[in-house]
């Protein structure tokens, strides 16, 4: 058995009767970062999910919170569960979860009882495989989708930062914030490539049409999550969108 988060561990947090809380102590400094600082909120749910750090909390998440508690989750794969020391995701038998050297072999039985198979082969995975990549790069984009929308209006105008209105500070917050977890943290095989890169490395399908899997990520979801309302058919997505989608990129993403 693995030492688990306490509610002393947490302090802003309300934990309630139907609370789970079952992930190891190793993350609790990771759980505290996540969490909303300042405010009291009403958690449902920490535990490992897939070797990862799973948190839920009621109510309305901010972006901010979302991208605060997906940090800890990508996070939680390089910080041993049970110790707090640097680790790495191991896998065997489908089971993954964060681990040092030393704690490797931990609760290793329990899994094994549960799946009623010994566990033989505990091998090292790198995070960008193990995290569900299109679900991890899906919060993100759409946290800046949201973000370029909340300052389209600041940017017509021509607003200088400190003439931006409280929605639009925080917008700006979150989009610096993830052009630093798009630096810190790349996710997908072309996530260095530069628009020109993109344009120049990606085929169309035909003159009209480019087929979301020709797109490596992290553009693909970048692309789709920019793209949503836009009509597709079989043939793919218009290549029109494309082309305006890659041509508003790096202006939509700077707002300093
Ligand atoms: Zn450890």
């Known amino acids: ?86 680790g790495s995701l191991r896998t065997d038998a489908g089971w993954m979860r964060a681990r040092c050297d030393e704690h490797a072999n931990d609760d290793i039985e329990a899994i094994a009882n549960v799946m009623g198979t010994p566990i033989t082969n505990v091998t090292w995975l790198p995070i960008s495989e193990a995290i569900p990549l299109r679900d991890y790069l899906a919060v993100r984009e759409k946290a800046r989708r949201a973000a370029i929308w909340s300052l389209s209006n600041a940017k017509r105008l021509g607003k200088l930062p400190d003439e931006l209105s409280r929605e639009e500070t925080s917008a700006a917050a979150v989009l610096a914030r993830i052009r630093q977890f798009d630096k810190d943290f790349p996710v997908g095989p072309a996530s260095s490539w530069t628009v020109e890169k993109v344009k120049a490395r990606v085929t169309p399908s035909s003159e009209r049409h480019i087929r979301l899997e020709d797109i490596p990520e992290p553009w693909a979801t970048r692309f789709l999550t920019a793209s949503i309302g836009s009509t597709i058919c079989a043939a793919g997505h218009p290549l029109d969108d494309w082309e305006n989608f890659l041509s508003l990129w790096e202006k939509e993403n700077d707002f300093d």
Request: charged content about 25%; aromatic content about 4%.
């Open 1 to 86: 058995m693995i030492n688990r988060i306490q509610p002393s561990d947490i302090p802003q947090a309300i934990i309630t009767p139907t609370t789970t809380l079952s992930a190891g102590r190793g993350w609790a400094r990771l759980v505290r970062g996540a969490l909303p600082r300042g405010d009291h909120v009403e958690v449902s749910e920490i535990s490992a999910v897939d070797g990862l750090l799973y948190i839920e909390i009621e109510g309305r998440y901010t972006s901010l919170t979302r991208l605060d508690i997906e940090w800890a989750r990508a996070e939680s794969g390089k910080i041993c569960e049970i110790c707090s020391e640097p």
